[in-house]
Nanobody, 115 residues
Framework: QVQLVESGGGLVQPGHSLRLSCTASGIVFPIYAMGWYRQAPGKQRELVAGITISRVTNYLDSVKGRFTISRDNAKSTVYLQMNTLEPEDTAVYYC?????????WGQGTQVTVSS
């Protein structure tokens, strides 16, 4: 059974940082591309950051320079370091594992940026 479990979300003030983690089980983690998505109320889910099996990364324009995605294949975990958070970053954050047409999603973790 495939499971992706996110953690690290919470309430944080603007300008502060959070690190999200997503640990996978039931898949051969190193051969999956990984991504972090987010969905704010009333908005579509959007890709925030992705990392390939060769560690090539891509980012949503609005988070470039503030967010960093990384992976630890030995721990089957992908991270999203989020710095200088803004209220507009408030959303439920999801991780996704992709291999060809196979896709697996986590359950999401809430990030709220508010003073």
């Amino acid at each position: 059974q495939v499971q992706l479990v996110e953690s690290g979300g919470g309430l944080v003030q603007p300008g502060h940082s959070l690190r999200l983690s997503c640990t996978a089980s039931g898949i051969v983690f190193p051969i999956y591309a990984m991504g972090w998505y987010r969905q704010a109320p009333g908005k579509q889910r959007e890709l925030v950051a992705g990392i390939t099996i060769s560690r090539v990364t891509n980012y949503l324009d609005s988070v470039k320079g503030r967010f960093t995605i990384s992976r630890d294949n030995a721990k089957s975990t992908v991270y999203l370091q989020m710095n200088t958070l803004e209220p507009e970053d408030t959303a439920v954050y999801y991780c996704k594992a992709s291999l060809g047409r196979q896709e697996y999603w986590g359950q999401g973790t809430q990030v709220t940026v508010s003073s």
